[in-house]
C-alpha cells in the first residue's frame, strides 16, 4: 500500500469510527467502546507508519481537483512533509490515549456514545488539517473542530456552567473565522490557487500583493483557535467539559491547529516584518498575562489551562522570530505532557472529589491514594517547569534559542525587535511556570488536614494511559537529535548561555514558591484554630496565606459542585472548610484578585462589545415592534375602519338606495349650476 494511501486512510478510519458510533451508539451499546477506540488506535498506527516512510524526506504532494469552479480551484490534496506526519503521530497517540481513558473515566455516563463520536469526528478534522495541502479543504477541518468542540465543552449541557461556556468558545472563535476566511480567500486570489505548494511559491517570487494585510487577518484566525490574547479568553472557560475533553483540545487538536497553520504558512508571514513584530507582541502578551492568571487560579484545571494559553505564546513567540522548527518542537513536547497533566488531573478530581486546589491542600494522603497520578504528573510538572533532562527544557530552549538569534542580528527573516520581545518575555515566563507549576503540586500533593477518601485503585484504562504518555515527557526532548531531518534538517540543541538564564529563572520560581509556601503553612499550623464566626476574621488575619474562609470555602463548594464531580461514582465526603497555604497570594500581592479574574478581560469586553450590541439589538427590537409594526397595523386598522363604513352603506334596502341616488344626482344638479355661474361671471 502507497504511502498517499496510508496517509488518506489516517483521516477517514476516526471519521468512519464517528458515523458508526453515532448510528449505532443507542442500539447497540456493545460496540460503542470498540469503535471509539479501534479506529483512533488504527489512525495512530499508520500516521506512525507514514512518519516512518517519509523519513524526513522531501514533502509528499499529491492532488486531484475537487471541483471546477471556473476562477481559483479547489483541490483534493495531500501535502506531507516532516512536520505533517509527527503532528498527526501526536494527534493520534493522544486521542487514543483519550478514548481509553475515557472509557473508564465516563463509564456511567449516559452520553458517552455521543460523546465518543465527537471525540473521533474530532481527531479526524484535525488529521485533515494536518495532512491537507489545499486550504480550503483545511478550512473543512478547521471548521469541524469548532463545531465538535461546541457540543464536547457542552457535554454536561444541564448547568448554565457548560452552556455559557461552550457558546463562548464557539462565538470567540467565530469571531476570529471571520477575517480567516477573508485572509484565505485574499491570499488565493494573489497566488492563483488554494494549494499551500503555489502559495508558498507565489511568496518566494514575491507574488503577494497585500502581504501585510493578508497575514493579519490570518492571523486574527489563529489567535482566536489557539487561544492568543486577545481571543484567549474562551479557553479557561473550556473547562467545563469532561477532562478528557480537555486533554484533547489543549494538547493535539483545535488550539495545536492555529500554531501548526502558521508553521505550514511561515513564508506568507515572514512576507511582512510589521506581521512579524505584531506576532510578537501577542506571544508576549500572551505567556506574560497567562502565567499570572495561572498563579491566581483555584480550579486545578483553570490553572492547566492557562498553562496552555503560556505554552502556545511561546510556539507563537517561536513563529515570530522565524523558526518553525523550535515552534513545531514545543508543540510536540508541550502535547505529550499538556495531555499528561489534565489526565492526571482527572484522576485526582476522581479520587479527592473536588477541582478546588484549596481543598485538596486540606487533605492528608491524598498522594497515596493515587500513586500512579502523582508521579506521573509530578515529571509532567517537571517537563512544564523546563527542569533538564524532560521533555519541556529542550523544546523551551529551542524557542530562546531562536530568540536570542534574531534579537542579536542572526536572523534575516524577522527583526530583532521580535527577537527581543520574545526573549525578555520566554524568560520571565520561565520563572513564572515553574512558580505556578509548583504552586500546583504543593496544593494537590502536600496538603494537611483531613485524611483524603481512599476508593482503592484507579482503573487501569486511567493509569495505563498516564505511564503511557511519561514515556515521551521523559524521552521527547532526548530525541530532537535523532529527528532533525523531520525539523527541516534543524539542529534544536540548547545553548549554554540560554540555558542558564532559561533553567536559573525556573530554579528561582521553584525556590521562591517553595519558601512562600513553607511560610504560609508555618504560619497556619501556628495560627489558633478559630470557631464559628471568628473563622472568617482568623482567615484576614493572614493576608499572606489565603482569602477569607467564605471565600476559600466557596471556591471549594463551587469547583466540587461541578456535574464532573457529581459523576464521580464514589461517595465523597464534604470539603473541609477553612484557610489554605497558598504561596501564589503572596506572589502576586495586590495583583493576584485581577489575575484570579483574568484580569478582568470578560468584563472589558463586556462594556465595548457585549453591551453596545445588545444596546443596538433593544433599540432594533423597539423599532421593530412601536414604529414598524404602528405602521402595519395601522395599514389594518384603517382597512378594517373603511370596511365598516362600506359595510354600512350596504343595508339592502332598496328605498335608502333610491334616495341615495336622487340625493347624489341634486348634488351634482347643484354643483354644475354653480360652476356654469361662475364660469359665467368670469
Not at 473550556?238 to 483545535?254: D, E, F, K, R, W
Not at 525556590?511 to 504560609?520: D, E, I, K, N, S
Request: net charge neutral; charged share 10%.
Amino acid at each position: 500500500m502507497s504511502t498517499t494511501t496510508l496517509a488518506v486512510l489516517v483521516p477517514l478510519l476516526p471519521f468512519l469510527g464517528a458515523v458508526a458510533g453515532l448510528l449505532l451508539g443507542r442500539a447497540e451499546p456493545g460496540f460503542v467502546r470498540p469503535l471509539a477506540v479501534l479506529p483512533t488506535l488504527a489512525a495512530a498506527v499508520l500516521a506512525i507508519l507514514v512518519a516512518v516512510r517519509q523519513g524526513g524526506d522531501g514533502a509528499i504532494d499529491t492532488a486531484t481537483e475537487l471541483t471546477p469552479t471556473g476562477s481559483v480551484p479547489i483541490e483534493l490534496s495531500l501535502h506531507i512533509d516532516g512536520f505533517a506526519v509527527l503532528v498527526a503521530v501526536l494527534v493520534g497517540v493522544v486521542a487514543t490515549c483519550v478514548q481509553l481513558y475515557s472509557t473508564a473515566y465516563l463509564r456511567d455516563d449516559p452520553r458517552y456514545p455521543s460523546y465518543a463520536a465527537l471525540v473521533s469526528l474530532f481527531t479526524s478534522a484535525m488529521l485533515l488539517v494536518v495532512y491537507s495541502g489545499d486550504l480550503m479543504v483545511l478550512l473543512v477541518g478547521w471548521e469541524v473542530m469548532g463545531i465538535c468542540s461546541y457540543f464536547l465543552v457542552g457535554h454536561y449541557w444541564e448547568t448554565e456552567a457548560a452552556r455559557s461556556a461552550s457558546l463562548k468558545a464557539f462565538l470567540v472563535t467565530k469571531l476570529g473565522d471571520v477575517p480567516f476566511l477573508i485572509g484565505l480567500f485574499a491570499l488565493a486570489t494573489d497566488a492563483g490557487s488554494f494549494r499551500i505548494t503555489k502559495i508558498l511559491d507565489t511568496v518566494a517570487a514575491g507574488g503577494l500583493h497585500h502581504p501585510t494585510l493578508i497575514a493579519l487577518l490570518l492571523l486574527a484566525g489563529v489567535a482566536g483557535k489557539s487561544a492568543q490574547f486577545p481571543l484567549h479568553t474562551w479557553l479557561p472557560d473550556a473547562m467545563a467539559g469532561p477532562t478528557p475533553v480537555s486533554a484533547l483540545i489543549h494538547a493535539a487538536t483545535m488550539v495545536a491547529a492555529g500554531v501548526y497553520f502558521i508553521a505550514r504558512l511561515l513564508p506568507v508571514f515572514a512576507a511582512s516584518r510589521a506581521a512579524l513584530v505584531v506576532m510578537a507582541v501577542m506571544a508576549a502578551v500572551t505567556m506574560i498575562g497567562s502565567a499570572l492568571a495561572a498563579l491566581a487560579q483555584d480550579d486545578i484545571k483553570r490553572v492547566l489551562a492557562y498553562s496552555t494559553v503560556g505554552q502556545l505564546g511561546y510556539m507563537t513567540g517561536a513563529l515570530a522570530v522565524g523558526d518553525r522548527g523550535a515552534a513545531v518542537f514545543h508543540l510536540l513536547s508541550h502535547g505529550a505532557f499538556k495531555a499528561l497533566l489534565f489526565l492526571g488531573a482527572g484522576v485526582i478530581i476522581h479520587a479527592a472529589g473536588t477541582n478546588s486546589l484549596a481543598a485538596m491542600s486540606r487533605m492528608d494522603g491524598l498522594t497515596r491514594r493515587v500513586p500512579d497520578a502523582f508521579w506521573t504528573m509530578t515529571l509532567a510538572l517537571l517537563a512544564l517547569a523546563a527542569i533538564p533532562p524532560f521533555a519541556g527544557f529542550f523544546s523551551k530552549e529551542a524557542v530562546l534559542v531562536a530568540a536570542e538569534q534574531t534579537a542579536l542580528g542572526h536572523s534575516d527573516s524577522a527583526p530583532s525587535s521580535a527577537g527581543w520581545l520574545v526573549l525578555v518575555a520566554g524568560v520571565l515566563t520561565a520563572l513564572l511556570t515553574a512558580a505556578y507549576a509548583t504552586r500546583l503540586w504543593l496544593m494537590a500533593f502536600r496538603g494537611r488536614g483531613a485524611a483524603a477518601p481512599d476508593h482503592g485503585k484507579e482503573p487501569v484504562a486511567m493509569t495505563g494511559v498516564l505511564w503511557l504518555l511519561a514515556v515521551p515527557t521523559l524521552g521527547f526532548g532526548l530525541a530532537a537529535g535523532p529527528l532533525g531531518d523531520w525539523f527541516d534538517g534543524q539542529q534544536l540543541t540548547p545553548t549554554v548561555t540560554t540555558s542558564v538564564i532559561g533553567t536559573g529563572a525556573a530554579l528561582i520560581g521553584v525556590l521562591l514558591t517553595y519558601g512562600l509556601w513553607q511560610r504560609a503553612t508555618a504560619r497556619l499550623a501556628t495560627a489558633p484554630a478559630p470557631v464559628g464566626p471568628a473563622a472568617a476574621a482568623a482567615a484576614t488575619d493572614t493576608p499572606a496565606v489565603t482569602a477569607t474562609v467564605s471565600a476559600a470555602t466557596a471556591a471549594a463548594e463551587s469547583a466540587a459542585e461541578t456535574p464532573e464531580v457529581a459523576e464521580v461514582t464514589h461517595e465523597h465526603p464534604a470539603v473541609p472548610a477553612g484557610p489554605a497555604p497558598d504561596p501564589g497570594r503572596a506572589l502576586l500581592g495586590p495583583l493576584h484578585r485581577h489575575a484570579a479574574d483574568g484580569f478582568h478581560l470578560d468584563a472589558v469586553y463586556d462594556r465595548l462589545f457585549v453591551r453596545p450590541v445588545r444596546g443596538a439589538a433593544s433599540l432594533v427590537r423597539f423599532l421593530d415592534r412601536e414604529v414598524v409594526d404602528t405602521y402595519v397595523r395601522g395599514a389594518g386598522t384603517g382597512t378594517r375602519l373603511l370596511g365598516g363604513l362600506v359595510r354600512r352603506a350596504q343595508t339592502g334596502n332598496v328605498q335608502t338606495y333610491l334616495s341615495a341616488l336622487l340625493a347624489g344626482a341634486v348634488v351634482l344638479a347643484i354643483a354644475t349650476a354653480v360652476l356654469a355661474n361662475v364660469n359665467a361671471g368670469s
